[in-house]
């Protein structure tokens, strides 16, 4: 459904990702892992539209979208969030996921029919009781729970999660995986996601791929890729590779 | 719209019409003039400035463009005096179609440098003008003043003024309710963030900076024919372009009642000071007020006490 083809992005003399194909198929949730700065985010940012890649193409359900812009790739079914929480500030939180509504895939829903749909993706996402409440008052798990309340209210087919289960704590994780399933399973959305919570993405992912230095070093199920003596390397070095 | 705003609001506007009618002095007349103007101009902006959080600091132009194309068309087309008034209109498509001109490609520069450019475009308007013979050059453009009595000549201006207020409250209401007002204050709250939600930010940008010209267009095609004299340094005074971002911070951008409050309190200090208070202290105290509104309630007049009442 989501295809790239020989993905090149360089920032100046830095080439972030080289050549990188991928595939995600419909309902699978697929994981992105890697060490620092090896690409991940960018991916998801060329992904979005966020960066033009200086090379390679992009097909979403068919269509190339390589040179569309972000809005329209979101119009078009992509969600994603943000790695470092960015909700719209000044907002309350139904108005950050109605606003979402207002321009996503259903459109012509009107304001009084936005903030219903809003309320039940908070319900949905757990944070009925905050729906009042400022972006800037909610703790760190309940942000990242709004940045997926936010990207699942465009109804997207795809939804590019950026670590959303950095920096929680142990039950914090659990209730997130279980999010994670349950978004596929209600909305049959299909999922992407960047995630060095090696629990989280064991347990959810059918398939990873791991980069290394924008390159793609391999893919498959999570015991093959926790296995492979590159992606060893490429996180604890070559001595340990080799035992 | 609930019931009881929407009547308290029909209710003023009835009371504001009926004035001219208690016949009142000229200079009541004249002054609600300037009022009403100055809520048109900060309401106009504050569809750019205040939701979508673009300041235009150049919107005297607009202004400035609206009266002249008036007068312009007025001598022209030798339009009778009231057909003057209906002038405005185009007038105002006029500045709406420098707006799509000028927005396309400044409005993809974001923070103090959009005020900046938007500034420097107010400059070379002006400049463009004065140096433009067929518009009057540095002479300005007189225009034929209505054959009737003062009085009932500034009451019709008052209550033509009146309806344009109404109609850019009015739009400015449905603007902030709209698909469109959410789109712009998810621009204002991280624009790259907005786009990944689907909005196109580009074009709800334009609409936003075309609509916020066309009041301000048509409210200088009347104000030139309140003066029946223009020149150049009048309307596109750079004194003019910072008041209506003054006057729509003032009162609380990005609401629909702020820009309404800044744009009367401010005019109503204004004039209190200069009938009661020497020219100079008049201007010192101006200023110092500006200062301590905004050290004190950075987000305006409506929102600190919007705050205050919710304990945040």
Redesign the interface.
Known sequence: MLTGKKITKRFGGLTALSEVDFEVRRGEIVGLIGPNGSGKTTLFNVISGIHRPEGGDLFFAGRRITDFPPYKRAQLGIGRTFQIVRPLAGLNLVENVATGVLYGRKQGAGAREAREKALEILAFTGLTEKARRFPDELVLEDRKRLEIARALALNPEVLLLDEVFAGLNPTEIGSAIELTFRIRDAYGTTIFMIEHVMKAIMSTCSRIMVLNFGIKITEGTPEEVANHPEVISAYLGAAYAAC | MKKAPLIAAAIVVVMLAAFPFLSPEVYYLSFMFSVFMYVILASSWNLIGGYAGYLSFGHAAFFGIGAFATAKMAALFELPPVLTILAAIPAGAIAALVAIVIGYPCLKIRGPYFAVVTLCFAFVVDLAVKNIEWLGGAEGIWMRIMDVQEKLSRSIMYEVMLILMVATLAVAWWVG???LG??L??V???E???????????NIKIQAFVLSAFFPGVAGGLFAYYLTYIHPDVVFSINISILIVLMAMFGGG?TWLGPIIGAVILTMVNEGLSTFARAEIARIIYGTLFIVVTIFMPDGILHFFLKRNRGR
């Not at chain 2, 790259?192 to 580009?202: D, G, L, N």
């Open positions: 309710r709209s698909r959410a789109g204050r998810a204002r709250a991280d790259e963030v907005a786009e990944t939600m689907a909005i196109p930010t580009a990005g």
